[in-house]
């Protein structure tokens, strides 16, 4: 039988019939009571007291509280209400709460055989809690100074005294993030998952590393389950929007950005990300808008800064996103993506010099960069500068041989300057390595062709561009693909 929820009924049958559903296990039905009773009298203490209990049954720990403590406001004078409350706060680890509880409670003389069985238990709890906090803040002043050999071999001892508490694991798993072990860090974050299931940002931590290790849907799971556990916290949604957002789930990551605005309008983090992914969805004026409003609230945000200037320079307004780059190199002069987009800007506006410059520098701030020896070789080649573009493209292909494009550009530069067969053998390493195919099958082709080599030469072209017949009394005809 499902109990349905009639709200005119009296408070008092109510109570009855949810109490009923609970004796009898239907715990859903019960709670649907109990919250219905809530709605109408929010600090009815016994509703509250048995939302707590029913909590307390799902492991939501956090939220046992909540109710606990609004029951004991109401009623103050029973003694399961004090003791259900300190019960929780000692689940969650809140000895500090735990004893404020105690004291509160003894001031409406609450003294029973019960309470001060727990106080005991509170007592002894604490002192244990008291021994490990010492450790414990200097196991976390170690991890946030980046100490990570000190804080791994302290964060271990931890959990070998402590092993039912979180923090060690928690530290582990963050020192682990940081040098990079990924699947390392998610064996510790797991584990402290397992030890404290109800800590959101336990949960969050775990949802953050199996994000990165590519696991989304997994990690959106761990958001959520951190969601509903602090639902007031801007941040979750924020967390699940990035996670949502990551997995290609636009429409809800959006809502739950937007969720996080309206927790926290000046929340940068997310005003920056939902621009993004505004920016994603082609909603050019209302990402715009987010940027805007993030630099007015911290105008010295780098990312949403640079952001904001890909936005411009994608709607084609190139001298505002060139402002907004050089703001960048003005907080960071170098900011080497800064001077990369920079060089790309001055290419386009005709301001070569600058652009020659930008490319230089970033090369100077970055020489193991391909990236930044490409634009320069592309720079130098669009202006006939065939010596420097080939040193740079050159430069480029030293830094990773399979680098396609590389081998495709470096091979035009020989061919113009007649140096064929070096054009043809890093067109045979283009071919080879795959991309750009047509392109490179015609270069292919013009090399051989140049050498003499026209039927090997015409081959190619036919791969390239279609099909070509060669008829030795009435010449070369060349047909489309689409034409045979």
């Known amino acids: 039988m499902c109990f349905g929820v009639d709200l005119k009924i009296p408070i008092d049958q109510a109570l009855k019939r949810a109490l009923e559903a609970h004796r009898e296990g239907k715990i859903d039905d019960a709670e649907k009571l109990y919250k219905a009773i809530l709605s109408t009298y929010p600090m009815h203490a016994d509703a509250n007291h048995n939302l707590g209990v029913i909590q307390i049954s799902k492991k939501k720990y956090h939220k046992a509280v909540g109710y606990f403590e609004k029951a004991v406001q109401e009623n103050s004078s029973f003694d399961q209400f004090w003791i259900s409350l300190v019960e929780a706060l000692l689940l969650i680890d809140r000895f500090d709460l735990a004893k404020e509880a105690l004291a509160r409670a003894s001031e409406f003389k609450i003294d029973t055989k019960k309470f001060r069985e727990l106080g005991d238990r509170v007592l002894k709890r604490s002192q244990r809690n008291d021994e490990s906090l010492s450790l414990a803040k200097v196991l976390i002043q170690r991890f946030q100074n980046g100490e990570f050999a000190e804080a791994e071999r302290l964060a271990r001892s931890f959990t070998t005294q402590y092993p039912k508490q979180h923090l060690g694991w928690t530290v582990l798993g963050g020192v682990m993030k940081g040098i990079g072990k990924l699947s390392d860090s998610l064996t510790y974050c797991e584990r402290a998952a397992e030890v404290e299931p109800t800590d959101p940002n336990v949960q969050s931590n775990l949802g953050t590393v199996l994000r990165e290790l590519g696991k989304l849907g997994e990690a959106s799971k761990r958001f959520r389950l951190a969601l509903e556990l602090d639902p007031g916290e801007a941040s979750r949604h924020a967390d699940l929007a990035s996670s949502l957002e990551a997995n290609g789930e636009l429409e809800e990551a959006r809502e739950h950005y937007e969720h996080a605005l309206k927790i926290s309008p000046d929340y940068v983090e997310a005003l920056g990300n939902i621009a993004v992914l505004l920016q994603r969805q082609r909603k050019f004026i209302d990402a ?154 015609k270069g292919i082709g013009r090399v051989l062709l140049a050498k003499g080599l026209h039927k090997e030469g015409l081959a190619y072209s036919r791969r390239a561009s279609g099909s070509v017949i060669f008829n030795l009394k009435h010449g070369i005809d060349f047909k489309k693909a689409e034409a045979e």
């Open 288 to 441: 715009e808008a987010r940027y805007l409003r993030a630099l007015t609230i911290k105008p010295d945000y780098i990312l949403v800064r640079f952001n904001y200037g890909i936005l411009l320079e994608e709607l084609e307004r190139f001298g505002e996103a060139e402002a907004e780059f050089k703001k960048i190199l003005s907080q960071q002069a170098n900011h080497f993506e800064a001077l990369l987009k920079l060089g790309s800007l001055s290419q386009k506006l005709g301001k070569i010099s600058q652009a020659e410059t930008h490319f230089k520098e970033a090369v100077k701030l970055n020489s193991s960069s391909l990236i930044a020896y490409a634009r320069l070789g592309s720079l130098h080649k669009e202006f006939g500068r065939l010596e420097e573009a080939k040193f740079c493209y050159g430069k480029a292909i030293e830094i990773d041989s399979n680098f396609t494009a590389g081998h495709n550009n470096i091979a035009v530069i020989y061919q113009e300057l007649g140096m064929l067969d070096d054009a043809l053998e890093h067109y045979r390493v283009a071919e080879k390595l795959g991309g750009y195919r047509s392109e490179v099958l």
